[in-house]
């Protein structure tokens, strides 16, 4: 160990170059094992991505540290009518190129991110259309009563149309098709900090800018932010230990002892709201890389299930720092109860004979493509899977890969079995249904398609009745149970790393706010 980690510092200082421009007042240097996927602010809803673009772009409504919601571009918000949400915007706001944040530029940003290549369309798929009534007031206008709206809002950025048009970027980049755009490596909000540089899996440089409305409530004192990617560990804890990043945001799980009996350094930790779960293709007749499609049978899709072993993942791959999942809800969600979060037993022998009683007694061959820079121990996880899965005759081929590659193929539909982490930043169950399990669903790549599930999605966005709506959260939650549409693993929990100089507050979506940051002076 000692070995690797002055190998992974010499290597991070000779080839990564994550010094340079060190000399600033207040410099933070970061790092983590995988990058943005882009910056256009609307191309991929995407958890790194999403962090990146927070410093820089700025929503309508923000969550505080403790995920309340607060004001952020808008002052305040309410429903005028039962179709109608009237909002008043911050007034003296500018863009990073000094253009004033109108009206103009919410009812903007709504059509570009209901466009066919927005991965944020699932947000505000009830928006009907948005009506700028003055320079500083904007009415949103819904198919039907949508009371969870402002807790989708806490993640639609605004885009300055101005800057959008002359850069031609009125609509968000084609990321599963590969499109290059200007949005992609360079960007315009109002945010704490401006894009000063982006070089994809080298390195992303941020300014602070001078001229942030929110200075006085966050006064942070970061006058220049280093992110590098670093996705092998050792080499990503030497950075730590040897001083050249001040914060780590995914430490390995086997060195946080060592972390936090180094002088200097500190860790702090907190529930994760995520979960990790396997997807698995169940609605192509002929799979890709599978003989028919074994995943169709929710019996074989049960012994996958219940022959995943999650408390030894949970003990001898994340050391205790997962919670085991019977759902891809995790706490802190609205509809999650602890009943629904109860795992069906693992049973090797009742997981082969729900194989044979499939009619795949002998087993079959497929792949599981997992990424390898993206979740805690993500690949050191799906190697765990290869072997449990051999016990009940499915062989397994791994493809392990960073996340740049592995989302733009799950995007293409190039996936059998796959494994994917949702967190849920509107607090709320149809987020996940809407995303995952409806049949149109952006991030459903399952196959998956109920039509009462659909109907309950549709109408939990649309009901007011909050009885009412809390029935229809837990029918849709009984179905897809039944239906084993995913196999769940666990809730993750977080744990960063950091100097000891540094005051960051903890964000259980795991997206530091260097707006929040303070390095001692």
Not at 290 to 299: H, I, K, L, Q
Not at 344 to 353: G, N, P, Q, R, Y
Not at 432 to 438: M, P
Not at 479 to 494: G, M
Request: charged share 20%; with cysteine; hydrophobic share 40%.
């Amino acid at each position: 160990m000692q070995r690797q980690l002055l190998a992974g510092a010499a290597i991070l200082t000779l080839t990564l170059g994550i010094a340079a421009d060190a000399d600033a007042q207040n410099t933070l240097r970061w790092a983590s094992q995988g990058d943005a996927l882009t910056f256009d602010p609307h191309a991929q809803n995407h958890g790194p991505t999403n962090t990146q673009n927070k410093q820089v772009y700025e929503a309508l409504i923000s969550r505080a540290a403790d995920q309340s919601m607060e004001p952020g571009l808008a002052l305040s918000w309410e429903p005028v009518e039962p179709t109608v949400w009237e909002l008043k915007l911050r007034e003296g706001v500018k863009f990073h190129d000094g253009a004033d944040f109108t009206a103009e530029d919410v009812v903007f940003t709504f059509e570009r991110a209901q466009a066919e290549t927005s991965d944020f369309r699932g947000y505000i798929t009830s928006v009907d259309r948005v009506e700028a009534i003055d320079d500083y007031t904007v009415a949103i206008h819904t198919v039907g009563p949508n009371p969870i709206l402002p807790n989708q809002l806490t993640e639609l950025k605004m885009v300055d149309k101005g800057w959008a048009e002359a850069n031609g970027v009125e609509t968000p980049q084609d990321y599963a098709g590969g499109e290059e755009t200007y949005a992609v490596r360079n960007a315009n909000g109002t945010g704490p900090f401006r894009l000063e540089l982006r070089e994809p899996d080298v390195r992303t440089v941020m300014v602070k800018n001078d001229e942030w409305w929110g200075l006085e409530q966050d006064p942070h004192n970061i006058d220049e932010i280093i992110y590098t990617p670093i996705q092998n560990a050792a080499t990503r804890i030497a950075a730590l230990l040897s001083g050249e990043v001040d914060f780590v945001l995914d430490p390995p799980l086997q060195d946080l002892a060592r972390i936090e009996s180094t002088a200097g350094l500190k860790t702090i930790s907190t529930p994760q709201i995520r979960s990790i779960f396997f997807g698995m293709d169940q609605g192509t007749d002929d799979l890709r890389y599978t003989d028919g499609n074994p995943f169709a049978d929710v019996r074989v899709r049960q012994a996958i299930y219940q022959a995943t072993d999650v408390g030894a993942i949970q003990s001898r791959i994340m050391r205790g720092l997962s919670a085991p999942a019977g759902t891809i809800a995790p706490p802190g969600v609205h509809g999650y109860t602890e009943a629904l979060d109860e795992r069906l037993a693992f049973d090797v022998e009742a997981a082969k004979a729900l194989m044979a009683e499939a009619g795949y007694a002998d087993g079959f061959t497929t792949t599981l493509h997992c990424p390898n820079d993206r979740y805690i121990n993500d690949e050191a996880i799906c190697q765990a899977m290869v072997a449990m899965l051999a016990q009940i005759g499915i062989t397994v081929n791994l493809q392990a890969q960073p996340n740049s590659i592995h989302f733009q193929e799950l995007q293409n539909g190039e996936h059998d079995f796959y494994m994917l982490g949702w967190g849920v930043p509107t607090l709320d169950s149809h987020y996940i249904f809407n995303f995952l399990y409806k049949g149109d669903g952006s991030w459903n790549f399952t196959g998956y398609d109920d039509e009462r599930v659909n109907e309950l999605t549709t109408q939990m966005e649309a009901t007011v009745d909050l009885e009412a709506r809390d029935a229809m959260i837990a029918e849709a939650w009984d179905i897809v149970q039944a239906d084993i549409v995913y196999v769940p693993l666990h809730h993750q929990v977080l744990v960063w790393a950091m100097k000891d100089t540094l005051e960051l507050p903890i964000e259980a979506q795991d997206a530091p706010q260097f707006r929040w940051a303070r390095l001692a002076e």
